[in-house]
């Protein structure tokens, strides 16, 4: 049974931090692809980051210079560590794996349960 398990979601101040956690059971993590999701109400769900088999990873420009996605194979987990975060930052933060390289949420087949951020002014 394929799991991944989030942590670290809560509710900060404008410029505030956050780590996000994923920790992935019942699959190969090394050989998926991992992605950060967002989905803020009323919005669709949007990438944010994704992290390559190889630890290297890629994020939307939205967030290039504020967000850190990284993984640790050795430990079956992700991280998303966001740093002067913003009000338009607040969304349900969602993890994933998956086999293509890409931030089409379509191709991802496996998801964590979610996590909110709220960041206030």
């Known amino acids: 049974q394929v799991q991944l398990a989030e942590s670290g979601g809560g509710s900060v101040r404008s410029g505030g931090s956050l780590r996000l956690s994923c920790v992935v059971s019942?699959?190969?993590?090394?050989?998926?692809?991992a992605a950060w999701f967002r989905q803020a109400p009323g919005e669709d769900r949007e990438g944010v980051a994704i992290i390559y088999k190889n630890g290297t990873a890629s994020h939307v420009e939205s967030v290039k210079g504020r967000f850190t996605a990284s993984r640790d194979n050795a430990k079956n987990t992700f991280y998303l560590q966001m740093d002067n975060l913003s009000p338009e930052d607040t969304a349900t933060y969602y993890c994933?794996?998956?086999?293509?390289?890409?931030?089409?949420?379509?191709?991802?087949?496996?998801w964590g349960q979610g996590t909110q951020v709220t960041v206030s002014s």
């Open positions: 019942g699959i190969t993590f090394s050989w998926y692809y």
């Open positions: 994933a794996a998956g086999n293509y390289d890409s931030l089409n949420q379509y191709l991802y087949t496996h």
